[in-house]
């Protein structure tokens, strides 16, 4: 991590909030990449705790078997060549949390009101000592309310399937788009409709519709808002 922390300027922050699939990591790190801020994937750490939870074999939906090991989930974030690494009681689970099965499990676990207040305080940490660009569902609504630059990116659930149901095959997964597309909706439905910090654009935050853009693009957009928003 870097030193922005020694100097007393306050730390720019830029959240990133939308559905899965949008293409918000792609798009946050290369916007932290260019400016030289620090790139946090919100949904890596919960996907972490639901990695926990079902090595555990806890459900999603078990809230008194999540209650009882959310103390037990000791998360590290340990950067290396600008990636995020997520370390879960000591082993690297980065690669591990990627699957469909953990996209569902994330979401799953992050409707419980435990496991959002676990996470809460780490996620602001980062922002207090780091210009950052963060991504996840609830950064402008909740995590970071105060945040300078608010994104809201979005995308139709088709072609938001159809980037996963791609960034799948080319790892090799076999998996058929109208299951990648049942998940997409799926998650949506979660995401949106759960009762604690539901995914929602944020009164203040820019909507970006990314379906017909290319990531260039998007990127382009993202920084000339980010240049708008904090020359004022
Ligand atoms: O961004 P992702 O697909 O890796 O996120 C996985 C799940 O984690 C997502 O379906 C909902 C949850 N999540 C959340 O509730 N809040 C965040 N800030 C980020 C992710």
Known sequence: MNEQNMNQTPCIAVAIDGPAGAGKSTIARRVAQELGFLYVDTGAIYRTVGY???LMGIGPKDKDGIERCIDDVNIEIVYQD???????NGQDVTELIRT?????MAS??????CVRAYLLDMQ??????HNVVMDGR???TVVLPHAQVKVYLTASAEVRADRRWKELTAKGEQVRFEDVYT???????????????PLKCADDAELLDCSYLTVDQVVAEVK?????????
């Open 52 to 54: 926990h939870m079902s």
């Open 82 to 88: 600008g990636v995020q690494h997520m370390i879960l």
């Open 100 to 104: 469909p099965e953990m996209s569902m």
């Open 108 to 113: 799953g676990v992050s409707a419980q009101p």
């Open 124 to 129: 602001r940490q980062l922002a207090r000592t």
């Open 138 to 140: 609830d950064i402008g």
């Open 183 to 197: 998940d997409v909706v799926k998650r949506d439905e979660q995401d949106m409709n759960r009762k604690i910090a």
């Open 224 to 232: 000339e808002i980010i240049r708008r928003k904090t020359a004022q």
